[in-house]
């Protein structure tokens, strides 16, 4: 690899990045189909360099939410059981399936997010869990929110139910590369009520070990190329921190109709490609 | 359970949420940024050397003997392996602390955890 594709490279991560966590979907939604598509690059190699750096973003990113006491341990490793069983699932599928048949997956992954990113509305407060509900497990979680203060206490409820769709965020996780936070932030936050800060800080958390267990698969069955991998998880980690810094600057209507064509785009080229036409 | 045992509990189990935290943020600091230095220091004498990274990894059981010899591939593959690792070595410090605690079911919840990674790593074993 010559020193402008690898410039070339870190500019795309980074920017894959920037803008994956500006729309809170993580840097790989981007990267896997640019690397494939634009830096020809086997699509299973550009999945297991996303999903390393969805573990390096996690790694490095999580202490903070931790520390803030953001982060609910004790539920996080409740619901990795069924996620990186997912995610497993997934891994495996993705190494297994045939090429054409991956990309004609992705690309439709693409295409409904673009769908239901279009379609997304403003879903309003959602209640937060009661504090003295029933909690078995303790999994009670408590921290301090706001310029006041105000310490938010609750506890999650239907704990069970999130089950089977954490371990779909997983299955998700392991085919793509992506992180699993679209799928496990709803989950916590409108099933199990558990308030959006703590839900995104928990998937945050939760998200480096669900894609380790797929990364792993990939690693091993040598889909690991460490040269774009490196330099993906440097660009995906800048790209993070600049994303994280301009998502309250930028108009969030403009920037989901920028994505949405971005999106489309991406996924009909990778059909056309699934294809043999491109 | 009156206010007072309430308060007790409460204070007990905060002191043991304090402890799990606390390592599980070492365990991140640590894993990541050993695994920083462990892949610049491969790219590094990659570059010095004259020896290009491949564009494959070498095979798990072969990672660790290749970075002792100080081959760049080795030292930058044993540097993503172990970023690999970094959350199930906190699951590990998490069973430990929750042994310590006889928190069963999360002693549980954390085996199960860690056969899943033995699983996956098992699963890709060429």
Same mark, same amino acid.
């Given at each position: ?6 410039i070339a ?6 920017g894959?990045g920037?803008l994956?966590?500006m729309?809170g979907l993580g840097g790989?939604?981007?990267?896997v189909p640019?690397?494939?598509?634009v830096?020809?690059?086997?699509l299973?190699?550009?999945?297991a360099a996303?999903a390393?750096?969805v573990?390096?973003?996690?790694v490095?990113g999580?202490?903070?939410?931790l ?12 619901l990795?059981?069924p996620?990186a ?5 997934g891994?495996v599928?993705?190494t297994?399936?045939?090429l054409?048949a991956l990309?004609?997956v992705?690309a439709?992954?693409l295409i409904?997010?673009a769908?239901i ?11 937060v ?5 029933p ?6 979680g408590?921290y301090?929110?706001?310029p006041a203060?105000?310490v938010?206490?609750y ?5 069970r139910?999130?089950?089977p769709?954490?371990s779909?965020g ?5 085919l ?13 936050n409108l099933l ?5 800060k703590?839900?995104?800080s928990?998937s945050?958390?939760m ?21 774009v991998?490196v330099i993906s ?5 800048v790209?993070?921190r600049?994303?994280a810094?301009?998502a309250?600057?930028l108009?969030q209507?403009l920037l989901?109709?920028?994505f949405?064509v971005v999106l ?5 080229s990778?059909y056309?490609?699934?294809?043999g036409?491109l | ?6 308060q007790v509990?409460?204070r007990?189990?905060?002191?043991q949420?304090r402890?799990l ?5 070492? %365990?991140?600091?640590g !894993? ?6 462990l892949?610049?220091a491969g +790219?590094l #004498?990659? &570059? $010095?050397?004259?020896?290009p990274l491949?564009?494959?990894v070498a ?8 970075a002792?010899?100080?081959n760049p591939?080795? %030292?930058?593959d044993? !540097?993503i392996l172990l970023?690999?690792?970094t959350?199930?070595?906190? +699951?590990? #410090?998490? &069973? $430990?602390i929750f042994?310590?605690?006889?928190d069963?079911?999360?002693?549980v919840?954390c085996c199960?955890?860690?056969?899943i990674?033995m699983?996956s790593?098992?699963?890709g074993?060429r």
């Amino acid at each position: 690899m010559g020193i402008a594709e690898v410039i070339a490279l870190i500019v795309v991560a980074a920017g894959a990045g920037t803008l994956g966590t500006m729309l809170g979907l993580g840097g790989g939604i981007f990267l896997v189909p640019i690397l494939s598509l634009v830096f020809d690059i086997p699509l299973r190699s550009a999945i297991a360099a996303s999903a390393i750096s969805v573990v390096a973003n996690s790694v490095s990113g999580s202490r903070i939410y931790l520390q803030a006491r953001y982060t609910n341990v004790r539920l996080a490793y409740v619901l990795l059981v069924p996620t990186a069983t997912g995610a497993i699932v997934g891994g495996v599928l993705a190494t297994s399936m045939p090429l054409a048949a991956l990309k004609i997956v992705f690309a439709t992954l693409l295409i409904t997010i673009a769908y239901i990113m279009v379609r997304r509305r403003n879903p309003g407060a959602i209640p937060v869990a009661r504090s003295r509900a029933p909690d078995p497990l303790r999994l009670i979680g408590r921290y301090v929110d706001g310029p006041a203060g105000d310490v938010v206490t609750y506890v999650p409820r239907r704990v069970r139910y999130g089950f089977p769709m954490a371990s779909l965020g997983g299955v998700a996780s392991g085919l793509f590369g992506i992180g699993g936070g679209p799928v496990i932030v709803p989950v916590m936050n409108l099933l199990m009520r558990v308030p959006v800060k703590a839900a995104a800080s928990t998937s945050s958390f939760m998200v480096g070990m669900t894609a380790s267990a797929s990364a792993l698969i990939y690693y091993s069955r040598g889909h690991v190329d460490p040269v774009v991998t490196v330099i993906s998880v440097a660009g995906i980690i800048v790209g993070a921190r600049v994303g994280a810094r301009l998502a309250s600057k930028l108009r969030q209507d403009l920037l989901v109709v920028l994505f949405v064509v971005v999106l489309t785009v991406l996924a009909f080229s990778m059909y056309l490609d699934a294809f043999g036409v491109l | 359970m009156s206010s007072r045992q309430q308060q007790v509990w409460d204070r007990v189990h905060e002191r043991q949420r304090r402890t799990l935290y606390t390592w599980i943020v070492r %365990i991140l600091t640590g !894993g990541f940024w050993s695994s920083v230095t462990l892949i610049v220091a491969g +790219v590094l #004498v990659a &570059l $010095v050397g004259g020896r290009p990274l491949g564009d494959e990894v070498a095979p798990l059981v072969d990672v660790v003997p290749s970075a002792l010899d100080l081959n760049p591939q080795g %030292i930058v593959d044993l !540097g993503i392996l172990l970023l690999l690792f970094t959350p199930s070595m906190y +699951v590990v #410090v998490s &069973l $430990v602390i929750f042994l310590r605690q006889r928190d069963r079911m999360f002693v549980v919840v954390c085996c199960a955890l860690l056969a899943i990674v033995m699983v996956s790593v098992g699963l890709g074993l060429r």
